[in-house]
């Protein structure tokens, strides 16, 4: 109630002072709010019996810290109070920020919610003392001591020492997960099947190419980036998964662009465990003062850009996000929305002259240079949070990110699928977006590749995948919730339902584009004609000609060396490109050509 | 007598082998495979394939990033950074032998430590300075100030990149070789000093010129080749800066990055064993360029 009201006010403030927090310019503020400072007293003294009646029923201790929050806002708001022209320049205190009254009062209505209990053990005891509740200072210190000398011995990060018939597996996790991993293999896989597995950590993917040299690489990798495998597969080392006869069996649970840079010449070289989305995140408090719908396409965005910019406030796009490398996961999006495509379907050059390609790049850098979108933001979260940003686009890590670590702004804000073009006018608006996540691979000179599949086969397989982010859940806490890849999986996980059903919508326009010999150049140069464009001021159109010769050149050099057509090279074979067009014909068992 | 003097010489070696077989393995043999790579196709996943000088007339004749970018930036850093971050880290060690031990100690600290732990003050200092948000402390102080109405790009647009580079390079500069030329001023005998100001000397001037360099001249040539090897070796800063791999544009991009990229990005370690070869003819230049101008006669030898 006091929030929604401090939040009211705050944008008030922020119309009538155009968002100019100098504190040298004077504001009759008073003139267009009267009955400010009497609002925020009482908004005070009503804060204050709160935490006097919270007080009384804690006969303890006086004061505990989750509430004393309570009187530290109380007292900032009067001392807004007795100055109210300036709070303009007191934002921070009142309603932005991590110390203002809003946020304090948030952070003590999210305590009071969730008192955790935990117990370590129960006594029954009748006339004898109980042992103390914590342990004496030496005695911490020596299982602190134990439990260093314990770590050399701890398997996980032990690769060695396993015996012949045992699957070695390296997963690309931390420890949290690889214990859930571990035990759920050895509770289901290993009893089913009594073929013992030893996963252990990968804390680096260089170990694959190092231990592929010395040829003691493990039989499967789970959870390695998606964007890895390629380079490994295109030199040999991977087993094409393909070869299996119940590939599809698999393959049909998820949507098939999440194979793409899986994907290398008629091989599909691992299975996609888990997948990223991007939401448009909106504050609907602010949407609502505004008078503004939520967007769905980029049209609706360009047109409301002009109301929020007039309240000193933007539009995110990860395009200005704090890296300056545009990669394909911000740029790519763009580009399919428009129609266009990065590479041919056949042989191997780049398509950045179509005209649907010019279209988008022009569109993401008239985003910056004619809309004014923000050019970097360190972190949208604290801009979507303190509301100057009240819209963006992001992963779906904010979702989490908001609810755990904004609880004062609980209802205020919602996710849905991102905007998109409707290009042939069918009314459906195209939302691609990258799906970027983790996939299961086996090595080819692995001697137990049928036991390898069994296994990637169980760990994607809907139930386990449904089991393991329901054991994540409890285990490690929502906060640690992945994406599951497969989609039966995700339809029936333990994610929120509202977040779910957005999330199930939006994966349905996964789409990545390919990896192929070289392909970096065409991510790199693209991420630099967006900068020459967008800082250099550059016209679109020759900062792409500037580009499309180094595309060549990097593509074709990399085709001569394995050997494809290139210019220089003919007759060399022909590489053919997975794209959304075609991606089946390696999926899809009853793809007709 | 001549068995004895021969019995002599071979203990002398047996004294040297720990330090020959360490120099062997971690020294000449890692040259030596790299020398060797360099004349290879190498996917670092199959046997290498011997194709002759191909690397290298590629590396001058077709890789414009690397003739382009790699080359002159590397050099123009080197040449900035090395002779700046010597002359500054000579004129702290001076400043500091003026002060009082406890002072220096503190102060000593505080200069050598951003050599240390430039990579973490990296991301929680000068990116958040640098940041292109509104917040991001620099373009929040020039926008309060009333200076710029919107935030300046700094770690975006390809002509800054270098610019900061070399400012964060020059603060973080002043590393082993200000320890010695610190602890070489404090060696020089005092006597000197007094016996040049008998003899007429008149200021501070020419006490630095005359005697604090010509007594430290061992610890400035150490200096010397620690800034140029440490200079030409420097890698991975723009990208640390700017968060970006490869940085925008390729700027502040240096021949480590390019080999870096060319070893574990393309897979391409003989091409990269190329560059590094090259890296090291270029390094060799610049050691014996300091040898010949702060070494003395017997330093000269080496070459």
């Given at each position: 109630?006091?929030?929604?009201?401090?939040?009211?006010?705050?944008?008030?403030?922020?119309?009538?002072?155009?968002?100019?927090?100098?504190?040298?310019?004077?504001?009759?503020?008073l003139?267009?709010?009267?009955?400010?400072?009497?609002?925020?007293?009482?908004?005070?003294?009503?804060?204050?019996?709160?935490?006097?009646?919270?007080?009384?029923?804690?006969?303890?201790?006086?004061?505990?810290?989750?509430?004393?929050?309570?009187n530290?806002?109380?007292?900032?708001?009067?001392?807004i109070?007795?100055?109210?022209?300036?709070?303009?320049?007191?934002?921070?205190?009142?309603?932005?920020?991590?110390?203002?009254?809003?946020?304090?009062?948030?952070?003590?209505?999210?305590?009071?919610?969730?008192?955790?209990?935990?117990?370590?053990?129960?006594?029954?005891?009748?006339?004898?003392?109980?042992?103390?509740?914590?342990?004496?200072?030496?005695?911490?210190?020596?299982?602190?001591?134990?439990?260093?000398?314990?770590?050399?011995?701890?398997?996980r990060?032990?690769?060695?020492?396993?015996?012949?018939?045992?699957?070695?597996?390296?997963?690309?996790?931390?420890?949290?997960?690889?214990?859930?991993?571990?035990?759920?293999?050895?509770?289901?896989?290993?009893?089913?099947?009594?073929?013992?597995?030893?996963?252990?950590?990968?804390?680096?993917?260089?170990?694959?190419?190092?231990?592929?040299?010395?040829?003691?690489?493990?039989?499967?990798?789970?959870?390695?980036?998606?964007w890895?495998?390629?380079?490994?597969?295109?030199?040999?080392?991977?087993?094409?998964?393909?070869?299996f006869?119940?590939?599809?069996?698999?393959?049909?649970?998820?949507?098939?662009?999440?194979?793409?840079?899986?994907?290398?010449?008629?091989?599909?070289y691992?299975?996609?465990?888990?997948?990223?989305?991007?939401?448009?995140?909106?504050?609907?408090?602010?949407?609502?003062?505004?008078?503004?719908?939520?967007?769905?396409?980029?049209?609706?965005?360009?047109?409301?850009?002009?109301?929020?910019?007039?309240?000193?406030?933007?539009?995110?796009?990860?395009?200005?996000?704090?890296?300056?490398?545009?990669?394909?996961?911000?740029?790519?999006?763009?580009?399919?929305?428009?129609?266009?495509?990065?590479?041919?379907?056949?042989?191997?050059?780049?398509?950045?002259?179509?005209?649907?390609?010019?279209?988008?790049?022009?569109?993401?850098?008239?985003l910056?240079?004619?809309?004014?979108?923000?050019?970097?933001?360190?972190?949208?979260?604290?801009?979507?949070?303190?509301?100057?940003?009240?819209?963006?686009i992001?992963?779906?890590?904010?979702?989490?990110?908001?609810?755990?670590?904004?609880?004062?702004?609980?209802?205020q804000?919602?996710a849905?699928?991102?905007?998109?073009?409707?290009?042939?006018?069918?009314?459906?608006?195209?939302?691609?977006?990258?799906?970027?996540g983790?996939?299961?691979?086996?090595f080819?000179?692995?001697?137990?590749?049928?036991?390898?599949w069994?296994?990637?086969?169980?760990?994607?397989s809907?139930?386990?995948?449904?089991?393991?982010?329901?054991?994540?859940?409890?285990?490690?806490?929502?906060?640690?919730?992945?994406?599951?890849?497969?989609?039966?999986?995700?339809?029936?996980?333990v994610?929120?339902?509202?977040?779910?059903?957005?999330?199930m919508?939006?994966?349905?326009?996964?789409?990545?584009?390919?990896?192929?010999?070289?392909?970096?150049?065409?991510?790199?140069?693209?991420?630099?004609?967006?900068n020459?464009?967008?800082?250099?001021?550059?016209?679109?159109?020759?900062?792409?000609?500037?580009?499309?010769?180094?595309?060549?050149?990097?593509?074709?050099?990399?085709?001569?060396?394995?050997?494809?057509?290139?210019?220089?090279?003919?007759?060399?074979?022909?590489?053919?490109?997975?794209?959304?067009?075609?991606?089946?014909?390696?999926i899809?068992?009853?793809?007709?050509? | 007598?001549?068995?004895?003097?021969r019995?002599?010489?071979?203990?002398?070696?047996?004294?040297?082998?720990?330090?020959?077989?360490?120099?062997?393995?971690?020294?000449?043999?890692?040259?030596?495979?790299?020398?060797?790579?360099?004349?290879?196709?190498?996917?670092?996943?199959?046997?290498?394939?011997?194709?002759?000088?191909r690397?290298?007339?590629?590396?001058?004749?077709?890789?414009?990033?690397?003739?382009?970018?790699?080359l002159?930036?590397?050099i123009?850093?080197?040449?900035?950074?090395?002779?700046g971050?010597y002359?500054?880290?000579?004129?702290?060690?001076?400043?500091?032998?003026?002060?009082?031990?406890?002072?220096?100690?503190?102060?000593?600290?505080?200069?050598?430590?951003?050599?240390?732990?430039?990579?973490?003050?990296?991301a929680?200092?000068?990116?958040?300075?640098?940041?292109?948000?509104?917040?991001?402390?620099?373009?929040?102080?020039?926008?309060?100030?009333?200076?710029?109405?919107?935030?300046?790009?700094?770690?975006?647009?390809?002509?800054?990149?270098?610019?900061?580079?070399?400012?964060?390079?020059?603060?973080?500069?002043?590393?082993?070789?200000?320890?010695?030329?610190?602890?070489?001023i404090?060696?020089?005998?005092?006597?000197?000093?007094?016996?040049?100001?008998?003899?007429?000397?008149?200021?501070?001037?020419?006490?630095?010129?005359?005697?604090?360099?010509?007594?430290?001249?061992?610890?400035?040539?150490?200096?010397?080749?620690?800034?140029?090897?440490?200079?030409?070796?420097?890698?991975?800063?723009?990208?640390?800066?700017?968060?970006?791999?490869?940085?925008?544009?390729?700027?502040?991009?240096?021949?480590?990055?390019?080999?870096?990229?060319?070893?574990?990005?393309?897979?391409?370690?003989?091409?990269?064993?190329?560059?590094?070869?090259?890296?090291?003819?270029?390094?060799?230049?610049?050691?014996y360029?300091?040898?010949?101008?702060?070494?003395?006669?017997?330093?000269?030898?080496?070459r």
């Amino acid at each position: 109630m006091i929030m929604d009201n401090i939040s009211s006010i705050s944008l008030m403030v922020k119309t009538i002072t155009g968002g100019n927090n100098s504190d040298t310019v004077d504001w009759d503020i008073l003139k267009y709010i009267p009955d400010l400072v009497e609002r925020l007293n009482s908004y005070a003294d009503r804060l204050e019996e709160i935490y006097d009646e919270i007080d009384e029923m804690d006969t303890g201790v006086s004061g505990a810290g989750e509430t004393s929050t309570l009187n530290v806002a109380a007292k900032q708001l009067r001392r807004i109070a007795k100055n109210p022209n300036k709070i303009g320049s007191k934002l921070q205190e009142f309603s932005e920020g991590s110390g203002s009254a809003y946020q304090l009062i948030g952070n003590a209505i999210s305590y009071m919610m969730q008192q955790p209990l935990s117990i370590d053990c129960i006594y029954v005891y009748q006339d004898q003392d109980l042992p103390k509740a914590t342990g004496s200072f030496f005695r911490k210190l020596w299982d602190g001591i134990k439990g260093f000398f314990y770590s050399f011995f701890d398997t996980r990060y032990n690769d060695n020492d396993v015996d012949e018939d045992t699957l070695e597996v390296w997963v690309g996790q931390s420890t949290l997960y690889l214990d859930i991993i571990q035990s759920m293999i050895d509770q289901d896989f290993t009893k089913d099947t009594g073929i013992k597995v030893k996963a252990s950590i990968m804390n680096n993917v260089q170990k694959i190419v190092l231990s592929n040299a010395t040829d003691d690489n493990p039989d499967a990798v789970l959870a390695i980036d998606n964007w890895n495998p390629y380079a490994y597969a295109l030199r040999g080392i991977l087993a094409d998964l393909t070869e299996f006869d119940d590939f599809e069996e698999v393959s049909e649970n998820y949507y098939a662009n999440n194979f793409t840079p899986l994907i290398f010449e008629d091989g599909v070289y691992g299975i996609p465990e888990t997948q990223s989305v991007f939401l448009l995140y909106y504050r609907k408090d602010i949407l609502d003062y505004l008078d503004l719908d939520v967007p769905d396409t980029w049209e609706d965005i360009i047109n409301m850009l002009p109301i929020l910019q007039s309240h000193q406030m933007n539009f995110y796009h990860p395009l200005g996000g704090e890296s300056s490398f545009k990669g394909y996961g911000f740029t790519s999006p763009i580009i399919y929305q428009f129609g266009g495509e990065i590479y041919s379907e056949f042989g191997i050059e780049s398509t950045l002259r179509d005209e649907n390609t010019i279209k988008a790049i022009k569109f993401m850098t008239d985003l910056f240079t004619i809309y004014n979108l923000p050019l970097q933001v360190s972190s949208f979260f604290e801009h979507f949070r303190s509301g100057d940003m009240p819209l963006g686009i992001s992963t779906i890590d904010l979702y989490l990110q908001m609810k755990y670590a904004a609880p004062e702004l609980s209802g205020q804000w919602d996710a849905v699928v991102i905007p998109g073009n409707d290009l042939d006018d069918d009314g459906i608006v195209e939302r691609w977006s990258p799906s970027y996540g983790k996939a299961s691979i086996i090595f080819e000179n692995s001697d137990q590749k049928e036991d390898a599949w069994k296994l990637i086969k169980w760990w994607n397989s809907t139930e386990v995948q449904i089991e393991y982010m329901q054991n994540i859940k409890t285990g490690l806490g929502e906060k640690y919730l992945m994406l599951s890849a497969n989609m039966d999986a995700l339809k029936q996980s333990v994610w929120d339902e509202s977040i779910k059903s957005v999330v199930m919508e939006q994966a349905k326009w996964a789409r990545i584009p390919a990896v192929t010999p070289g392909s970096y150049v065409v991510e790199r140069e693209l991420s630099n004609i967006w900068n020459k464009v967008v800082i250099d001021k550059e016209n679109v159109l020759i900062a792409i000609n500037e580009s499309v010769p180094k595309i060549v050149r990097e593509l074709s050099r990399k085709a001569d060396e394995f050997g494809y057509v290139s210019v220089n090279n003919p007759d060399g074979r022909p590489y053919y490109v997975p794209m959304n067009e075609n991606i089946d014909r390696w999926i899809r068992e009853d793809y007709d050509e | 007598m001549n068995k004895s003097k021969r019995k002599k010489v071979n203990d002398a070696y047996l004294f040297a082998l720990p330090y020959f077989l360490v120099f062997f393995t971690f020294v000449i043999a890692l040259i030596v495979i790299s020398v060797v790579l360099s004349f290879t196709y190498y996917d670092t996943i199959n046997f290498p394939d011997f194709v002759g000088l191909r690397n290298y007339v590629n590396l001058f004749t077709q890789d414009t990033d690397f003739m382009q970018y790699a080359l002159p930036t590397t050099i123009k850093y080197a040449l900035i950074i090395g002779p700046g971050g010597y002359i500054i880290s000579f004129l702290m060690a001076w400043l500091l032998a003026q002060v009082s031990y406890k002072l220096r100690t503190v102060l000593a600290i505080i200069l050598y430590s951003p050599s240390l732990t430039s990579g973490v003050l990296m991301a929680v200092i000068w990116k958040v300075t640098f940041s292109g948000d509104t917040r991001g402390y620099l373009n929040y102080f020039l926008l309060q100030m009333g200076f710029i109405n919107e935030p300046v790009q700094w770690l975006q647009d390809s002509n800054m990149i270098f610019g900061i580079m070399i400012f964060v390079g020059l603060w973080s500069s002043m590393s082993v070789g200000f320890l010695a030329m610190l602890s070489g001023i404090l060696n020089i005998d005092k006597d000197l000093y007094e016996a040049a100001y008998v003899d007429g000397m008149k200021s501070r001037w020419q006490e630095i010129f005359y005697i604090t360099i010509p007594s430290i001249k061992p610890q400035m040539l150490f200096g010397a080749v620690m800034a140029v090897v440490g200079t030409f070796n420097a890698a991975g800063m723009a990208s640390a800066l700017t968060g970006a791999y490869p940085p925008p544009q390729l700027a502040g991009w240096l021949i480590v990055d390019h080999m870096n990229d060319f070893g574990f990005s393309r897979y391409e370690m003989g091409y990269a064993s190329a560059m590094s070869v090259v890296l090291l003819m270029i390094v060799m230049i610049f050691y014996y360029v300091s040898v010949s101008l702060f070494g003395e006669k017997k330093d000269k030898r080496i070459r």
